[in-house]
């Protein structure tokens, strides 16, 4: 079957780096990506990896391994702003979503 | 970027009723749009793929009697819930790709409707 793992949840402190992981099974691979979600609101894009390495966009930097079936998102300078679900979402071979549970991120001052 | 409108955001209604939710792309046509259903603290779930001028394909355990998809433009599609009951109290979200699969397959998200069914 397929299946994407993300932690449920995760805490950090304001102006530190948090780095979320996401691993995945899926029937082939097009593509991973990741969203933001605020609580009652639509996802919006983040960043969207199909090379293996690093992509860094501003305080945001997501990373893959195909090898590992391995991705992290890495946020840089938090921001209480930043305060989300972050969805990890894998394309597989039909060039379908596959999405994560979603990783709560809790900013504290 | 490209933007997708969907209408409406909020809506309250008797159980028994029906409900339709438009999601249109404002500045591109979208061959294909997705539906899906967002229950509290759980991830998107796919409902079904429609696309333009076709029926929809729905995934495993959806009821496509009971969620009505239309694809009738390339730019406008609807969902209808008919004969709502409770459990169909959700947050129901549509997204819309530029371009059918092959590139980066970025998804662009209506704002979502938030459904509460009394």
């Known amino acids: 079957g397929q299946n994407i793992d993300q932690p449920t949840e995760m805490t950090a402190t304001e102006g530190a780096i948090v780095q979320i992981n996401c691993t995945y099974q899926?029937?082939?691979?097009?593509?991973l990506f990741w969203y933001q979600q605020h609580a009652g609101e639509a996802p919006t894009f983040l960043s969207y990896n199909v090379l293996d390495g690093l992509e860094e966009k501003g305080r945001f930097s997501s990373f893959l391994s195909r090898s590992k079936g391995y991705s992290y998102l890495l946020l840089k300078e938090l921001q209480m702003k930043d305060s989300a679900s972050y969805l990890c979402?894998?394309?597989?071979?039909?060039?379908?979503?596959?999405w994560g549970a979603g990783t709560k991120l809790i900013i504290k001052p | 970027g490209a933007v997708v409108s969907q209408h409406p955001s909020w809506v309250i209604c008797k159980s028994g009723t029906s409900v339709k939710i438009e999601c249109r792309s404002l500045?591109?046509?979208?061959?294909?749009m997705f539906w899906y259903r967002q229950f509290p603290k759980q991830s998107l779930m796919l409902m079904a793929t429609?696309?333009?001028?076709?029926?929809?394909?729905?995934e495993q355990g959806v009821e496509k009697d009971k969620f009505l998809i239309n694809h009738a433009s390339l730019t406008l599609s609807t969902l209808t819930v008919t004969s709502a009951h409770p459990e169909d109290s959700s947050f129901y979200i549509c997204s819309a790709r530029t371009s059918s699969g092959g590139d980066t397959g970025e998804l662009f998200f209506g704002e979502g409707s938030r459904l509460t069914v009394l």
């Open positions: 979402a894998v394309m597989d071979s039909n060039y379908q979503l596959i």
């Open positions: 429609s696309n333009e001028g076709s029926k929809a394909t729905y």
């Open positions: 500045d591109f046509q979208a061959t294909t």
């Open positions: 899926t029937s082939g691979f097009n593509g």
